[in-house]
């Protein structure tokens, strides 16, 4: 049995959840969201929380998918109450993003800028030369995240591109470096 398929999920204030069958749906400030659970899972709404527990006889088909179920849940409820971020730093000389409407331009060292248009339910901003995607999917978010970072991943020998905040780049020796510490290995 999953540890994290056996916790209950809190229902924050303010936010509905809906059962009907096995379809979830929760109602909250940012937006609204549903899930399928998958067959062989339950849950229901227990004193302000969900319980997610597995059919009798079943548990050998749904063990694999009990905790998942359980951590969708708890995505869609933290998604509709306070919603989720991701932040991309701009590391290198003459790098910067400009707002132009809801859609980014990168100047980003390419012979001309790059424009980024923010998908339905992902809202983008930049203050200095910090990108915040913010959304109400996780997966929505993360995946607009990954896309802008791999127009320029930072490079490992000066650092430069687009990487997220609070990522360490492995730097590199260069050439030069190399060759001054491997001479005479022979």
């Known amino acids: 049995m999953s540890k994290i398929g056996k916790q209950p999920i809190d229902i924050v204030s303010g936010v509905t959840v809906t059962l009907n069958g096995q379809n979830v749906s929760v109602i909250g400030s940012k937006g609204n969201m549903s899930y399928t659970i998958p067959s062989g899972i339950q849950a229901e709404v227990v004193d302000g929380k969900v319980v997610i527990t597995q059919e009798k006889g079943k548990e050998e088909f749904t063990k694999a998918l009990y905790g998942l179920a359980r951590a969708y849940i708890a995505n869609l409820i933290k998604g509709v109450s306070t919603g989720f971020e991701k932040k991309l730093e701009l590391s290198g000389v003459g790098y910067r993003a400009q707002m132009a409407g809801a859609d ?76 001054v510490g491997g001479a005479g290995t022979k």
């Open 104 to 179: 980014i331009n990168l100047s980003i060292g390419f012979s001309h800028p790059v424009k980024i248009t923010a998908l339905k339910g992902i809202q983008l901003s930049v203050t200095d030369n910090i990108i915040t995607v913010a959304g109400i999917d996780p997966v929505l978010v993360g995946n607009t995240a990954a896309n802008i970072r791999k127009i320029r991943p930072p490079e490992p020998y000066k650092g430069k591109g687009i990487k997220y905040a609070g990522e360490k780049i492995r730097k590199k020796a260069g050439k030069a470096a190399k060759a």
